[in-house]
């Protein structure tokens, strides 16, 4: 079967990279000049099931109104324009607030994680891939007592599930991760989870690209998707800027972009762009600079040591296709990193980023095929792309080439949203 993947991401990649392995011919399109150069390019680094609790629970209600006028929240809505499709996410996010909501969403949203962190080790042993990547678990941090109970709940409901997570004191923290020393006194706790891991998404999408290339896949790359290609309830292909190319299949992998397009064909997507932060620091040698990869809570920021350098990432800013690198929110992110961490690098030397982030309002992704004949959707992943993309692309070309897959697929396709409202 001729398929298309349309986005080069980690997500995309790693979709066509399982896609050719099941005998499929696959042509991946983007527009930029090579893979993993939008939002893999400069994520938190972090291969993290334990982030798997959905954004919509009954806690984060209160969060939210404390947060409105912020503009140093961790979460910041700037909805001030009239857009439907916005409005619609953000009913059907409340609706997703629910206690029972939050806990189906949390299954899912793990089943994929953890099967997608195995797939991508053993895709790491096959490939003997090298992305910086470290085994040391996933540390949480908390300074807030209330914030830490509620947290060894989720921790323990994660555990029933299938994910070890260990709840550690504030000496333990610093037992396992000596550069938070200066910060025990004010840590309440953390909660570990050993099993998780941290590497750098783009240096693995270039890698795992290069190994598809040599295995038979397209890559046309400098090519602008402008149009799906459809006869009646059938898509044939996509319209780009260097022509027509048709195909059996057609994958939309384009993160937040996938609306984008998807809408002038007919299909609705719920999801909407978030826009992340990251700064790049050079880390200092010796044990300043944290190894095992952080998780601050309260700020919503993660650290990891990628090789020489120290990835900080965090808060999402919720202001539509909005590109402009905002110097109050990426400075904001060093600030918190240097109290944090002080002696940690070079922070006069940060190299500041900021990309888009496809959230659905369940924080769940859409795997799977659509009304559509010939579409498929791999998009939707939220700050989870990175952790769920090797199990999202195996899961979809198991669907796509009519194989059982290794993992339920209830519940990831665009159909779940009929029913909420």
Known sequence: MRVLVLGAGVVGTAAAWFLARAGHQVTVVDRREGAGLETSFANGGQVSPCHAEPWANPAVLPKIVRWLGRDDAPLLFRWNRWDPALWRWGLRFLANCSGRRAGINLERTLRIALY???????????????????????????????????????????GRFGLPRRIRTAGECVGLEPALASAQPRLAGGIHTPDDESGDAHKFTAALAGH??????????????????RDGDRVTGIATSAGAIAADATVLAL???SPLLAEPAGLSLPVVPAKGYSI?????????????????????????RLGGRLRVAGTAEMSGYDTTLNERRWTLIRDRARDLFPDAGDYGHAEPWTGLRPVTPDSVPLIGPTRLKGLWLNTGHGTLGWTMSCG?????????????PDIDATGYGLDRFGAII
């Open 392 to 404: 999202s692309g195996r899961l979809l070309a198991d669907l796509m080439s009519g194989r059982q």
């Open 255 to 257: 993160g937040s972009w």
């Open 116 to 158: 997608s962190r195995t797939v991508l080790q053993e895709l790491r042993a096959e490939l003997e891939l090298e992305y910086d990547q470290r085994r040391l678990g996933i540390l949480h941090i908390y300074r807030d007592r209330r914030e830490f109970d509620h947290a060894c709940h989720a921790a323990e409901l994660m």
């Open 280 to 304: 790049t620091v050079p880390a200092a040698d010796g044990t300043a600079a944290p190894f095992v990869s952080i998780t601050d809570d309260e700020f919503k920021m993660v650290y990891s």
């Open 212 to 229: 598809a290339a040599r295995a038979g896949v397209g890559f046309r790359f400098g090519t602008a998707v402008q149009a799906l290609l």
